[in-house]
């Protein structure tokens, strides 16, 4: 089916008591993942989002973009930060192409792996992931735990998972950056729970936060996805978003799903969130364009009760 017999539904209504929260509200700023435009090339995704009105963009380091083992990557993330500047947008770097390490395993190796050598090749490439953070600006550093390998006790891999992400967390320390985790359906850091068990063992360092994505709480959470973001306030670092249905870990454009978004976005505007928002589409990469343009108007029309704007 094309994309323009797919569109959009309306975004849904909410009750006056869970949008009344514009004395406190902070205006959302919104972005759009290029995982979801991996078709374009990096400018040109660039250039939409800025024609579209994205505040922002969610950049995966990978290597149809910016490449994070291609040789001068200093020197293209410079010329990159010239390029959001004049374009007027914010960044947040992500960490989550699926074959950038290794063209055989989707999302390998990990933080979790067997072997350290391969968990210090994911370890090196979150820290180069940091440096092209703070040398772009940008607001946080997402990442994720990754699958416990089979054979491999629970204990053994939050043990792994503690122990590799600590030169990460060094760096973004001595960079400025804070490294957002996000809880993965399926990993072993899946839920805010989990967050808060490696924000324990870690000693609760500073750099550490939070990605949120609102589609896992829908997902798996048991708590609503706006009470999440009110839980999950005081770490959050960042934000990813996109449609989900309950029991089902599946990325879907707003309105093919069942959250909720109105009283998300206000409670996420009262917290005081200064990030952006990122929309995560990756899988329709083939109409990444096409979803861009769909996506901002849903949001800033959920969002206007919260902000106190028109649609």
Known sequence: MSPEAQPLHPAPTSTPEALDRTHTSTPLRFGYGTNGLADLRLDDALALLSDLGYDGVGLTLDHMHLDPLAPDLAARTRRLAHRLDALGLAVTVETGARYVLDPRRKHGPSLLDPDPDDRARRADLLVRAVQVAADLGAHAVHCFSGITPAGTDEDTAWKRLAETLTPVLEAATTAGVPLAVEPEPGHLLATLADFHRLRRTLGDPEPLGLTLDIGHCQCLEPLPPADCVRSAAPWLRH???????????????????????????????????????????????????????LSLPFLRHAAAPSQGSTP
Do not use: N
């Not at 200064?274 to 083939?286: A, K, N």
């Open 239 to 293: 934000v990813q978003i996109e449609d989900m249905r309950r029991g089902g870990h599946e990325h879907l454009p707003f309105g093919d799903g069942e959250i909720d978004f109105p009283p998300v976005l206000a409670a996420l505007a009262a917290t005081g969130y200064q990030g952006l928002t990122v929309v995560e589409l990756p899988r329709h990469s083939h109409a990444g364009p096409h979803f861009a343009e």
